[in-house]
């Protein structure tokens, strides 16, 4: 019993000499932390509370503009200063009574805010941001201990949607803030501050009792972007699109409107859309991405102007060219249809056009001849890149066309088969409108803002040929002629086009609606461009893009007061 005794007492002095040990290690710690390395420590909190700010000061970011049609510059993205609440967990006391206080003046989640409060080995968290003075001064007044607001500086968009896909958003990159998607990721080693910065940090300010000063070099040099956007013609485009989207349950719409002439966009928008100050809140990145130039379409019937205005050129065809039109085809074992597959007999190429006949168009890619059509096609720009100055374009798929076989030229002279972004697009058809000209469209204005011409595609005559054409088109057969404006010539075409299959080959029952035209047709100031995806309840372009296009159409000429051309 006696030894058994000695046993329990030997334990008890090792263990007590190691609580010794380990209380004397924690008490070196202390005063090492307090005392003899303090200022080492305090510097090293300051660095790793910093860091975000030092690689990307915010604070002397560029400034986005748009730019109005008198020339007045509009801000599409700036900084704005306020407020951020944080606390420090580990002086906290009575958490739930904190939070009442709080929550009287500011919106706070009270689960996330106990807790971050109950983190009792931490010494900082964020509780909320973007902050007014007053709000900022009535929780100042609350003076509790370890709950502070500090002045902090974010990205600002004062449009909310307004042009979202085309400016993007500044979020954070590790502890990075830099500019992702749109304007801001393209144009961010410009927008960035580039002067010297010395500060010290929330942190420092709020729990170390620190100063915080904030020198910025240079701050009157800060960078700005000015882009050609019109915001009254932005957002006149972006609800035109939301209610075409409701009106047909549609997936998705989008939409350009540009100077053929020039390349320069005036509006470029797609539907559903978010809202680049609470980029956070979206759930699919995929929504960031801009569909106008990173994604493909088939484009339909709306090919067939380039198709025919090809043969127009090469001379293997005129407008009063005729063919017999049995309302289909068979080419390598394949069958076209028309969209009423019945026989028309005689048709010459302005019916084509009117009745968007595939069998037409078939023949004008027969007589032009495959080599001389994928040339064209190539000349048009379908697949390539535009270079336009956003991120993440992608260039248009015309691979099939270096199939041997007929009946990939046969589809794509209908739009069919070929893939291209709806800007593509839309810089192909501008030549349409411009004397044939390829046109690089630009989003950014530059010093000197002259149209970058990459090449001729066709001769101004066809140019001007194609034009009478397809003002036919919307004078005679665009829903029975009912939309012909008395005072302007519009050149259009609409296009219905099967969608394929995602992940495998064939076609769907989902249709892409496209709809494409300028005026005043023979001195086009404005090229639309419009697409809606998968719209329910309606057969045709012609039904469901006709109103918005007429509606954008009669906008932008009363909005720039173009004076009438018939």
Not at 26 to 42: E, H, K, T
Not at 407 to 435: D, K, Q
């Amino acid at each position: 019993m006696i030894k058994r005794l000695d046993d329990f007492s030997g334990r008890i002095r090792i263990i007590g000499i190691l609580l010794f040990f380990i209380a004397g290690v924690l008490i070196y710690r202390l005063i090492d932390l307090q005392i003899v390395n303090s200022d080492y420590y305090r510097e090293k909190a300051e660095r790793q509370y910093t860091a975000s700010q030092i690689k990307s000061p915010i604070a002397n970011r560029g400034i986005i503009y748009f730019r109005e049609k008198d020339g007045k510059i509009v801000s599409a993205a700036v900084i704005k200063e306020g407020y951020k609440l944080v606390i420090n967990p580990g002086v906290l006391k009575n958490s739930e009574d904190i939070y009442d206080k709080i929550s009287a003046i500011i919106p706070v989640d009270r689960d996330d805010f106990l807790k971050r409060a109950k983190k009792e080995n931490d010494i900082y968290e964020e509780i909320a941001h973007y902050l007014d003075s007053d709000k900022a001064k009535a929780i100042n007044k609350l003076a509790i201990e370890g709950v502070n607001v500090v002045p902090e500086q974010w990205r600002f968009y004062p449009g909310g949607n307004l042009a979202s896909h085309i400016l993007g958003f500044v979020g954070y990159q590790n502890n990075d803030r830099v500019g992702q998607y749109g304007i801001e990721k393209s144009y961010e080693d410009y927008l960035r501050e580039t002067g010297e910065l010395s500060t010290g940090n929330s942190f420092a300010e709020s729990f170390l009792g620190l100063s915080r000063e904030l020198f910025l070099n240079n701050l009157e040099d800060k960078k700005e972007v000015i882009l050609t956007i019109e915001p009254s013609v932005q957002g006149y485009l972006e609800k035109a699109l939301e209610k075409v989207v409701v009106q047909y349950s549609a997936e998705g719409a989008g939409g350009i409107i540009l100077d053929p002439k020039t390349g320069k966009i005036l509006a470029m928008a797609a539907k559903p859309d978010f809202d680049p100050n609470f980029y956070n809140k979206i759930e699919k990145p995929a929504l960031f991405l801009n569909p106008l130039v990173s994604n493909r379409f088939e484009m339909g019937s709306v090919m067939k102007p380039l198709t025919i205005s090809s043969a127009l050129d090469n001379g293997s065809i005129t407008s009063q060219s005729t063919y017999y039109d049995n309302g289909y085809l068979v080419i390598d074992n394949m069958r076209i249809e028309n969209y009423e597959v019945k026989v028309r007999g005689k048709v010459d190429i302005q019916t084509v056009l009117e009745q968007s006949l595939n069998t037409g168009a078939v023949f004008a890619m027969r007589q032009l001849g495959k080599e001389n059509f994928r040339n064209y096609m190539s000349d048009f720009g379908l697949g390539e890149k535009t270079n336009i100055e956003l991120p993440d374009e992608i260039n248009g798929d015309i691979k099939s066309l270096n199939s041997p076989r007929e009946i990939e030229y046969a589809t794509a002279s209908y739009g069919h088969g070929i893939a291209v972004t709806p800007l593509g697009f839309a810089a192909a058809f501008s030549a349409l409108a411009n004397g044939g000209f390829l046109v690089q469209p630009y989003i950014v204005e530059k010093a000197e803002n002259k149209p970058i011409i990459k090449r001729q595609v066709i001769k101004n005559e066809t140019s001007e040929e194609i034009t009478r054409m397809l003002v036919k088109v919307v004078d005679k057969a665009l829903l029975g002629g009912t939309v012909k404006m008395a005072h302007y010539s519009i050149a259009a075409k609409t296009g219905t086009a099967m969608m394929p299959f995602e992940n495998q080959k064939g076609y769907s029952d989902d249709y892409l609606h496209t709809f494409i035209g300028y005026a005043p047709a023979f001195d086009a100031k404005f090229l639309i461009f419009l697409y809606l995806k998968k719209p329910q309840g309606v057969q045709y372009a012609s039904h469901s893009l006709t109103p918005p296009f007429m509606d954008i159409t009669k906008f932008l000429l009363n909005y720039y007061t173009i004076a009438p051309d018939r």
